[in-house]
């Protein structure tokens, strides 16, 4: 019997149309003909138009708000498109999330809340996605909820990269964590950059609000880095900075894979006391936002390189070694 040969289709959904432009680009393979609509009363539509019987199909999409689409919008177009590669007869559906959506509400913190990031979890897997590839999720459990193999990958060595071009004095330079959560994070992103660590703790009185109430370590005359998963409000991010230059700090730097960037959040970083935002773009960030305080770094050759360690079944940890 004739061996059936490999074929990889890669297809956009309407979110971040140029980060898949720039991950086809990194693998040298155009991306699929999908048709994409929305219905008069705001039902989505999409459509393979060329055939993906036998394809290892990937669906890339950020499940934010972007080109239109709301974070609902991007959520549902996911779910289409990966169970019409399925009833289609794609030999395989794997969702490349470069972020990923409801996150937030990983575990019961009050009573009668849901959990949301594994109710996607569950939709994704009941649309016909065999396997998925995220990039920085809110909390590593998240990977748990998933029954089939997901690739989770971060951004942190690009940061890394980013920083140690700056030419900084590792001996000035302080990673901050944001919160607790983040601490184990922080103390990966400070060993890589040979830096010194601190710790905030924050209290959250409601959605997007929070208050610093404690900073564990010494940042007197430190240049500050903090590292966190994303953006949204940038609220925090500016009370985090205050209570560093308060307390002695040089200067204050951030970095995060996801610049939701939602509400008041681009006035607020540009009227803040942070030097410098760097955020990847995981999450589409429009042109005009990217000057001043706020520069976008691209994640499409990591994302490309994790696609193909994946497509021809060799290891994903070694781009990490």
């Known amino acids: 019997m004739t061996e059936m040969k490999k074929t990889m289709l890669l297809c956009a959904g309407s979110v971040n149309p140029a980060l898949a432009d720039g991950i086809a680009t990194e693998l040298g393979v155009p991306l699929g003909n999908v048709k994409h609509e929305k219905f008069a009363n705001g039902e989505i539509y999409a459509r393979y138009v060329d ?21 609902n919008d991007a959520l ?31 575990r019961k913190a009050a009573p009668r809340e849901p959990i949301t990031a594994r109710l996607v979890a569950d939709l994704i897997s009941s649309s016909g996605v065999d396997r998925v590839i995220a990039l920085d ?27 140690r071009k700056k030419g900084f004095d590792p001996e000035k330079l302080c990673v901050v964590s944001p919160d607790v959560g983040r601490a184990k994070a922080a103390k990966k992103f400070q060993t890589l950059l040979d830096s010194d660590i601190a710790i905030m703790h924050k209290d959250r009185p409601r959605h997007n609000q929070s208050e610093i ?6 940042v ?12 949204d409000t940038g609220g925090t991010l500016c009370a985090a900075a ?7 700090a040089e200067a204050v730097y951030v970095c995060a894979t996801h610049g939701l960037f939602s509400g008041p959040a681009y ?36 994302m490309a390189k994790t696609i193909s360690c994946v497509y021809e079944n060799t290891s994903v940890s070694k781009l990490f070694d």
């Open 51 to 71: 055939s993906v019987r036998g394809a290892d199909v990937f669906v890339i999409q950020s499940v934010c708000a972007g080109n239109g689409y709301d974070v």
């Open 76 to 106: 549902m177009e996911l779910l289409i498109l990966a169970d019409a590669a399925k009833r289609a007869s794609a030999r395989s559906v794997c969702a490349v999330i470069s972020h990923y959506g409801y996150a937030r509400q990983e």
């Open 137 to 163: 999720l809110h909390q590593d459990a998240i990977q748990g909820f998933f029954d089939m193999p997901v690739n989770h990958m971060t951004a942190m060595p690009l940061f890394v990269d980013y920083y």
């Open 213 to 218: 109430t404690a900073l564990i370590g010494d």
């Open 220 to 231: 007197t005359n430190k240049i500050c880095l903090i590292n966190d998963d994303m953006i």
């Open 242 to 248: 205050d209570t560093l230059l308060a307390r002695g």
């Open 267 to 302: 006035d607020r970083i540009e009227h803040s006391n942070i030097t410098e935002v760097v955020v990847t773009d995981a999450v589409p960030v429009p042109l005009e936002r990217q000057t001043g305080k706020i520069k976008v770094l691209s994640i499409a050759p990591l």
